[in-house]
């Protein structure tokens, strides 16, 4: 492996972002994150890509950031096979993907015309001068450092071919579709260790459960790549999923796949249409009355950034807010700690839907903080084998320098920064999907806190 220093990678550990231009800042830096930080990962190109990109509107969230490098635009990796984690190392019932490196390619998009090295000097003077939790940049630093040594390069085409030109900081940017070729170490999010279950496949669909934890896209928002759905289904034999849909990070259940581009296209279309019938399973807590059997719940649902975090939620807002409807069918069942697990049918497909109008009813979800819920599991854990554990193991094998990110792995070890933590599932799950028009219905079976449902 190539021992000049690798850039640290930065990202959200949450939510789920645009491939382009914008990245999420992450509520709770040292949640779910693989060495107690986020990480900044490249987009993952191919089919995947594809899909999210065709239905990018409904599939994917939108963060903001500030500052000179953090509106750079990462395109994916470079023409050579895609790196990735030589090992995969499991810990009380947790996945670590270990370090590694990968060549990403970084458009200068708006930099035309600028001296390189001028436009690091920008940002670098915006460094600490507006909140930093996460915002999806390159360190400046890291960008004087693999310049000076060579490790750079701009992208050009030469005839029917692509050939690469080592640059320096006295680059001057000549085009919008100047790509950079940048290394970076990438250190990726953690995911339990559940693999997801196949619940139907033919020649055109792949469906699945999908585990909490486990982000569906491999993109640069989540920190996810061989963890991500797309990455374990692949490790599996899987490649080239397309997904139709997306459940969130936290939520388990259904998800439909397809295994080829006019497979996927009928699903989306059906989804857009709202021909489609999608019913969750959710756990919620009860203060006083028990919701009622057939009750809709109509309240027009608007992307807001909660400032307080940087992250996009969901808020009910009757002026502004697109319609949002959700209907409650029936009381699965009552628990002795004041909670009922509801079977909710939703007419619309809106941001945290469910878990906002939930919310909204003063009937928060059990474990969704975002929302309001009560925690009633435990964050786990992670790294608790110290020097002789996961992380001691990875970072001696995998450790590069220059990567702050391997730096806090060290502090973690010696005690100087505290053990990050996993938050635990949301009680919320993708029960049942049908496709009355393709003849295609899947159920997931109901996780443990929902039993009871049948």
Known sequence: MSSAPVAPVVASSGVATSPSRHWAESSRPRVASSFGRPVWLPRRVGRAAFAAAAFSALLLERGTTTGDLRSLVVVGGPPEKAAGPAEVLCEN????????????????ASRVGRRLGDVLEDSQSHVGSAPRKGL???????????????????????????????????????????????????????APNVEPEVIYEDRDYLVVSKPAGVDIFPNP???????????????????KLMPAHRIDKRVTGVVCLAKTSKAVSRMMKCIQARRVNK??????????????????????????????????????DHESGKPATTVIERVVAT?????????????????????????????????????????????????????????????????????????????IISGEEPTPKMEPPIWLHSWKYEFPSLHLAFEAPPPVWAAEAK
């Not at 006083?288 to 975090?309: F, K």
């Not at 049918?345 to 903080?369: A, E, F, K, S």
């Open 335 to 411: 628990h002795s700690d004041g909670t009922v697990t509801l079977a909710l049918r939703i007419l619309t497909g809106r941001r945290h839907q469910i878990r906002c109008h939930m919310q909204h009813l003063g009937i928060p979800i059990v474990n969704d903080n975002v929302y309001g819920g009560p925690m009633l599991t435990p964050a786990q854990d992670l790294y608790t084998g110290g020097e002789d554990g996961v992380l001691g193991r990875m970072l001696a094998r995998h450790r590069h320098c220059g990567c702050s990110a391997c730096e806090q792995m060290q502090r």
């Open 93 to 108: 019932g947790i996945l670590y993907a270990s370090p590694y490196l990968k060549t990403v390619r970084v458009k200068l």
């Open 279 to 316: 019913t969750y399973l959710a756990r919620v807590l009860v203060s006083d009355t028990v919701p009622s059997e057939g009750l809709t719940i109509e309240a027009p649902l608007a992307d807001v950034l909660d400032p307080a975090t940087g992250n996009i939620v969901a808020r009910v």
């Open 136 to 190: 999806g940049d390159i360190p400046p630093s890291w960008w004087e450092e693999q310049l000076r040594q060579g490790n750079v390069a701009v992208q050009r085409c030469a005839g029917s071919g692509v050939r690469l030109e080592t640059i320096d900081a006295d680059y001057i940017v000549q085009s919008v579709e100047d790509r950079v070729h940048l290394p970076i170490h990438v250190h990726e999010l953690v």
């Open 221 to 239: 928002g989540t920190g996810h790549v061989r963890l991500s759905l797309l990455g374990m289904l692949e490790a599996k034999g899987h490649p």
